[in-house]
């Protein structure tokens, strides 16, 4: 499969990076590792006039210890930050999710703002433009309903990042810089919960900056996949404790990390954490996998990691 | 080993491994031909679909297409391996049966034009019903796919033999379970790639096959051109499992633009094309009723097996036949009854696979073992009971003449501490047991035997010259060990010249089994005659009796007197001078029944030998997420006597792998006519990461016919594999297991059944 012809540019710093956004009139799309956005440009899925490369702007690529807060470069790779030292002492969710990423070669591509920012995934929708072509366009690809549940109004493609409900735990912020402004807000709400466009950014907006606060944590991440390694989740459990407070996210059954907090994880407040998000998701039958049955593995998915982890404590 | 060989049964690195290993082994997509295209083919959007009309002219006229095809430059030939199932164009004529078909084939100077050229072809569809499960083609108002398939039946085939129904009315227990397995995909690292130069009236191909002669016949006749201008020829081939067995789309549409365009044509699928436009493998499900006797003697079998066969008859009935052998290969029952039915359905093609019928197989397996628990047995006793021995014969009169299940089995129980571990298992935790047997070749008419040819060079150096083609599994290798051993000489003294078509003889390929046993039965042959002639010139030349010579490292020794000694190149010079260069054939025709057909004879010897096989797994199953783990495989095969200990045990530990490990992983999903997971991400073959502690053992039976006593090496484990893993599974928790692969969702609901009620 080849891609449609683009142009190629690598700027030195944010500001240019914007700037030839702007040139190509938002027919441009940010590349760092590539990992997720070149299988979908072979998939003719996206068809940028440019690709604008930020692999070359140093100052995305470093993990600082800022005093109360860790900043992490966005263009920080996987494979170089589960090795961090600050990653381990710190953020023990984050190392585990890190691990569990797909696998060590593309780890050592991909990068953790990439990963944030992946698309959103469906096995209707993430298929060649022949294929989709066969099957009719889905509501994803502007088409007029959804292909896996037939019918539907709604777009169910899961986001399956394997670090941002790590992340999100640890009540980590972003940074969003665009041509008009420069942003900080909680990961959570870079979600929209559409899973057709699942991200709150503004034309040309780069994420420059992911910053998680400074405190240590006991935590932890669980991933339901088919083989040991590569495969994206089908289901994901993280779980930070800090400070006296445990948040769990459950990721890859919907258009965003599902977070929930709770005081003290007593058996009880676990049952009803994963109630509320039970109460929110609903997978269908897009990934492998029966969609009830990743749903009846969210509370044992979620049970034993934070009983892991608060065993763990002990 | 009893016997003492130079090279043979050593743990030599394979002839071909280097290269691969780095990277300079060239496949058919890495040709380059002076003035080369670049082939690509417009592919039906449709399950089923009446073609209308077919306006190509647009992309003729794009600056770059040199040829543009449709089935308009066909020949209106038929494919099938049989003349009765002769029914795939190859390129649609007026009708499309699945998605992906092939429909015009456009030639251009580079890869971006060809894909432009396609977006041009206009071609007008006219929908038509479809239907996606055997079961509900085979209904009355199902949409006909083929007129001349009654009920979309593609092929039935029918054994029928003892007394059958008498038999299960005098039963002492009699078990009927229904068994399903989704289809897999055959995920060959390399995808289907044809090249094709045609010049003066000759075409010469290549790409990945598993037998050049049968290939270049069946393109012939696509053709409608002389065999002998119709040239395939060797390329390294990089994975096979079934999948290139037989002649694929791709070749005609390469070939047709070479001849049009009178340029060398290219074409590479896609992964996508290649999963979902080459030929997969069949669903499967299988209803098996069994009658024992109180000691567990199996007393009749009765079998209703529907294949899912895809939109042609491809291997039809050969597809739908060999789960069956293999099992009756295995197993004494003498009252059975097999039906066998493949249907066509508007789904991607289908053909035979390495480890082909695994609900058929699995089911068996797990039935057996449902059976002996009910008896009180353990499942390796009533498997010993009813193996069968050398000297027997099979249900449909195969005589078994090497080998037979008990040392295979009580070599892997032994190595696997069966008795022990079976006693001692905790909850979650289970072993389980498969067996199969496998024919080593079968009935092709004249095609089932192979030839070889042998020259010594002027330096003492030998070419062989055999139709053995290598699709990755080391069969050139094995040819050289062969030739090696007999020869007296080192394996770098000799030259392979092999699979192609004008150069080499007639072979049975590389997927009957047939490998070892018949093309290197051919080999050693001729290279006896060989040793003959040289010997017989030595016993001149050093006046010494024949008799008491022979060949080591090159040289000319007597047994008797190691002083008596001369080069071998002497010899070969000597016979120059003579005018009688050392120069020799050798052939081997397997010893079987030719009358015996597929359908219409089902009976008799079908091949000239079986290999013989029993797996051992042990699983963990956690029960609240369906997850299971195989943590130790032990495989037993009885390979006759390993050429190569080392290539034997790595075709067991792949087996392993695409079998028994993908029992748990592997499923092609469908979307009505659309592969969901036409990739290598959502298509789940097993990673290293997945993989058990694998403990390979060889059986040696030494067969009487093999070459050095070897019959195949590796397939055994392929077709038992998956058994011993869901025996396994069903032994930790206790309930049937009729869906495969055991996903983990599959799993729970298995469990989530049996507390219904259902338990076994
Ligand atoms: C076979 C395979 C398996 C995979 N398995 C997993 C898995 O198990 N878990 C998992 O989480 N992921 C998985 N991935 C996805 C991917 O590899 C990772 O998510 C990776 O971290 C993405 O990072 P990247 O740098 O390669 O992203 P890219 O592909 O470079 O970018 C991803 C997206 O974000 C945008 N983007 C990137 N950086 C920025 C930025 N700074 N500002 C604004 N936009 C930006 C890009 O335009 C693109 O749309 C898998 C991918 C493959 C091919």
């Known amino acids: 499969m080849i891609t449609s012809k683009f142009e190629f540019r690598s700027p030195k710093d944010v500001e240019e990076a914007v700037r030839l956004y702007r040139e190509f009139q938002g027919e441009a799309v940010y590349l760092s590792g590539g990992t997720d956005l070149v299988p979908r440009m072979k998939l003719g899925l996206e068809k940028p006039k440019a690709v604008i490369d930020l692999k070359r702007i140093v100052p995305l690529t470093t993990v600082e210890d800022q005093g109360d807060w860790i900043r992490i470069g966005p263009l920080a790779r996987i494979f170089d ?95 969003l810089s665009g041509p008009d402004e420069v942003r900080r807000l909680n990961l959570e709400e870079l979600y929209t919960n559409k899973a057709d466009k699942p991200f709150d950014l503004q034309p040309g907006e780069i994420l420059t900056a992911i910053f998680v606060p400074k405190k240590k944590s006991i935590g932890g991440y669980e991933k339901l996949r088919v083989r040991g390694a590569i495969d994206y989740p089908l289901l994901s459990a993280a779980f930070s404790f800090v400070d006296g407070t445990g948040k769990l996210a459950i990721g890859a059954v919907g258009p965003k990390p599902y977070v929930v907090e709770m005081k003290q994880p007593s058996h009880d407040a676990i049952g009803e954490a994963v109630e509320v998000v039970l109460k929110q998701v609903r997978p269908v039958g897009n990934t492998v996998l029966d969609p009830d049955y990743r749903k009846r593995m969210i509370p044992v998915l979620a049970g034993r990691l934070i009983n892991k982890v608060m065993e763990g404590a002990k | 080993m009893d016997r003492e060989y130079t090279i043979v049964g050593t743990r030599m690195t394979r002839t071909d491994s280097l290269a691969k290993v780095t990277g300079s082994a060239s496949f058919t997509a890495d040709l380059k031909l002076p003035r080369m295209l670049c082939a690509k083919v417009l592919r039906s959007p449709h399950p089923h679909a009446k073609i209308l009309n077919i306006d190509t002219s647009r992309a003729l006229r794009l600056p770059g297409v040199k040829a543009v095809v449709t089935a308009a430059d066909a020949h209106g030939v038929k494919w099938g391996v049989f003349k009765y199932t002769q029914d795939h164009p190859m390129i649609a004529v007026d009708r499309v049966r699945y998605v992906g078909e092939d429909v015009a084939g456009v030639a251009a100077a580079d890869e971006e034009t060809a894909l432009e050229a396609l977006d041009l072809i206009q071609v007008d569809y006219e929908p038509l019903p479809a239907v996606f499960n055997p079961e509900d083609a085979m209904k009355k108002d199902a949409p006909l796919i083929h007129e001349e398939y009654a009920n979309n039946i593609n092929v039935h085939v029918h054994i029928e033999v003892g007394e059958v129904d008498e038999a299960f009315g005098q039963a002492h227990l009699v078990r009927e379970d229904t068994f399903h397995a989704a289809g897999e995909a055959y995920s060959t690292l390399e995808p289907y790639a044809t090249v094709a130069s045609y010049a003066n009236g000759y075409l010469d191909l290549w790409m990945p096959n598993a037998a050049p002669h049968v290939r270049a016949k069946a393109l012939s006749n696509l053709l409608k051109m002389p065999l002998n201008k119709v040239r395939v020829r060797r390329i390294n081939v990089g994975g096979h499992f079934g999948s290139r067995s037989e002649v694929s789309p791709g070749d005609l549409v390469t070939s047709l633009l070479s001849m049009k365009a009178g340029c060398p044509v290219k074409l590479v699928l896609t992964r996508e094309e290649n999963a979902a436009c080459t030929r997969q493998v069949h669903d499967i499900q299988a209803t098996i009723k069994t009658g024992v006797k109180k000691d567990g003697t199996i007393t009749a079998k009765e079998f209703r097996v529907v294949y899912d066969g895809g939109a042609y008859s491809s291997t039809g009935p050969i597809a739908a036949s060999i789960p069956y052998y293999v099992y009756e290969e295995a197993y004494r029952f003498p009252n059975v009854r097999y039906n066998g039915y493949r249907v066509i359905t508007n789904k991607g093609i289908r053909g035979m696979y390495g480890a082909h019928g695994r609900a058929f197989l699995c ?110 599994m080391g069969n050139e290798s094995m040819a050289i060990q062969i030739a090696s051993e007999v020869l007296g000489i080192p394996v770098e003294d000799i030259s392979l010249v092999n699979a192609d078509t004008v150069v080499t003889n007639l072979d049975p390929g590389a997927y009957s089994q047939a490998a070892s046993f018949v093309g290197g039965n051919a080999v050693k042959r001729a290279c006896e005659d060989a040793k003959r002639q040289i010997l017989g010139f030595a016993a001149t030349k050093m006046n010494h009796p024949a008799e008491d010579l022979d060949i080591r490292d090159r040289t000319i020794i007597s047994k008797t007197d190691p002083s008596k000694s001369m080069p071998m190149r002497w010899i070969v010079r000597e016979a120059f001078f003579q005018g009688k260069p050392i120069a020799a054939t050798g052939a081997y025709m397997p010893k079987v029944d030719f009358q015996r057909e597929w359908i219409k004879k089902p009976y008799g010897q079908m091949a000239g030998t079986f290999s013989f096989g029993c797996s051992v797994a042990e699983v963990t199953v956690d029960k609240e997420t369906g997850q299971i783990r195989i943590p130790h495989f032990v495989a037993a095969h009885d390979c006759g006597n390993p050429i190569n200990t080392m290539a034997v045990e790595g075709q067991i530990e792949g087996s392993v792998q695409q079998a028994g490990v993908a029992v748990l992983t592997e499923e092609t999903r469908w979307t009505e006519g659309l592969l969901l997971n036409p990739d290598l991400l959502e298509y789940k073959v097993p990673l290293a990461c997945d993989m058990p502690e694998i403990e390979p053992l060889i059986v040696c039976s030494n067969d009487p016919e093999g070459p050095f006593g070897a019959k195949e090496g590796g397939l055994t484990t392929r077709m038992n594999a998956y058994s011993a893993v869901v025996c396994a599974a069903h032994n930790a928790l206790g309930v049937p297991l009729n869906e495969f692969p055991l996903t983990p969702d599959r799993v729970l609901k298995a469990l989530d059944a049996a507390k219904g009620g259902d338990k076994s």
């Open chain 2, 363 to 472: 089911g068996n397996e797990m039935q057996l073992d449902m059976i002996a628990r009910e008896l009180g047995m353990d499942p390796m006793e009533i498997r010993l009971k009813n193996g069968l021995k050398v000297g027997e014969e099979t249900a449909t009169k195969s005589v078994i003449i090497s080998g037979g299940l008990e040392e295979p089995i009580r070599r892997a129980a032994e190595q696997a501490n069966w008795t022990e571990k079976r006693a001692g298992l905790t909850e979650g935790e289970g072993i389980g047991m498969g067996c199969v047997a496998v024919m080593c070749g079968f009935p092709m008419g004249f095609r089932s035997g192979s030839a070889c040819y042998v020259k010594l060079n002027d330096d003492g150096q030998a070419t062989i010259v055999t139709g053995i083609c290598d699709t990755g």
């Open chain 1, 81 to 175: 930050l589960k090795q961090n030292d600050l990653v381990g002492d710190y953020f023990p969710a984050l190392e585990a999710s890190l691990e569990a990423t797909s696998c060590e070669s593309l780890q050592m591509r991909g990068t953790i703002g990439g990963n944030l920012l992946q698309n959103s995934r469906c096995l209707f929708y993430n298929q060649s433009e022949f294929w989709r072509r066969s099957k009719g366009f889905c509501l994803k690809m502007g088409g007029e309903s959804c292909n896996a549940v037939p019918g539907a109004k709604t777009c169910f493609a899961n986001y399956c990042s394997d670090n941002a409900p790590a992340l999100c735990t640890l009540s980590a912020e972003i940074e």
